[in-house]
Every structure is written in C-alpha cells, then in structure tokens.
C-alpha cells in the first residue's frame, strides 16, 4: 500500500513538473521554455527550464511578445499601436503586422478547445495510444476559419497579418492538444498504478 501511494504521488509530481514552467514567446514566434526569476523596465530575466541550476540569462521586454507563467497568469507587452490606414511595404510595417497577428491570436484564439477536449476524452476512455490518433490529426492541421475568432476582418485580408495570426494559433492548438494527450497519459498511469494495487 506505501508504495502504490508512493508511487501516485511520484506521478503527480512528475506530472506537474512535465507542465510547471512559464512560456516567453519572442515577438519573432520563438517560445522559450524558462523560469522567470525577474521582470524590470528593460528586460527579463529567467532561467532555462531545463538547466533551472544554470546561468541567469536576459532578454530585451522590447523582444517579448507573452509571458505565460505556470500559475496560468499572463503577461503581455504590446508594441506601439500603429494606426494600419495605408500600409508600407517596408520591411518594418510587413514584420509589424506578422506580430500584431500573432498577438491577437495569443489573445483571441480560442478554438483549440474542441480538440484539446477531444484528445483528452478519447486518450482517458479508450487509451493513451488511441489517443494519439485525434492528437496528432489535430496537431498537423491548421484551426478552421471560424474557429479563428479574429477581432477585425479587414487585417485578415493582409497576408502578413494573417500568416502571423493563423501560424500562432495552429501553434496554441498543438500545445493544447499535446498537454491534454500528456494529462491522459498520467491519469492513466495513475488508475493502472491504483488497480494494480
């Protein structure tokens, strides 16, 4: 009995610490997988997650789109609104816009639900290996145009807006889809380790 009990609470443990760690994700799409240790005027400070006994590394707030932290709190440091009346084809206004639609996805996008829900239930239910069927079909496909949830129709005509819109929101989709598959595959170990013993 000590050791099935052991046993749960090493899982739980290794369970929290699979998905215990905050999310920087840069202004050019690269997410960061870290501890932060601390948020100043000018820059972040944080700890790679996994090397948490390594070296303080910083980043510019100016290079940081999001914080998500593992208490579920965010973050989020806009760049200047720019008012998107006529739109340069410098390389600046085009980056400009990528960002913005990656920003808004990061704040409007919720449509991942139905297949993160979905990967949950059939990896609980059925098993963790038919569950990698609805996990890795959701994950390879892109999030269907009325899941988006864009808040303005105009920008979306832009390609750069929404290239920078669709491609974060297929990103947040397989996230959410491969933390639940994750999820599943724990509770399950949990209930084999509980009937066994």
């Not at 590394?57 to 200047?80: A, C, M, P, Q």
């Not at 960002?99 to 949950?120: E, M, N, P």
């Not at 390879?140 to 303005?152: H, K, R, V, W």
Request: net charge positive; proline share 4%.
């Amino acid at each position: 009995m000590k050791n099935s009990i052991l046993f749960i609470l090493l899982s739980f443990a290794y369970i929290n610490n699979c998905f215990s760690q905050d999310l920087i994700t840069k202004k050019n799409g690269e997410d960061l997988k870290v501890k932060v240790l601390e948020v100043n005027i000018t820059e972040i400070k944080y700890k790679k997650f996994e090397n948490l006994n390594g070296p303080i590394f910083s980043i510019l707030k100016s290079e940081v789109l999001i914080i998500r932290y593992e208490n579920g709190t965010k973050d989020i440091f806009n760049f200047e609104n720019k008012e998107i009346t006529t739109i340069a084809n410098s390389p600046q206004a085009i980056n400009d816009l990528f960002r913005q639609g990656q920003a808004d996805a990061l704040k409007y996008y919720k449509g991942y639900k139905g297949a993160g829900t979905g990967t949950l239930i059939t990896s609980i239910v059925a098993s963790p290996l038919l569950g990698l069927i609805p996990a890795i079909a959701c994950s390879s496909t892109q999030p269907e145009d009325q899941n988006l949830n864009y808040p303005n129709s105009e920008l979306m005509k832009n390609p750069d807006y929404y290239n920078g819109y669709t491609q974060k929101a297929k990103k947040i989709k397989q996230n959410k889809v491969w933390k639940n598959w994750g999820i599943a595959v724990g509770v399950n170990l949990l209930l084999i380790a509980v009937i066994a013993n």
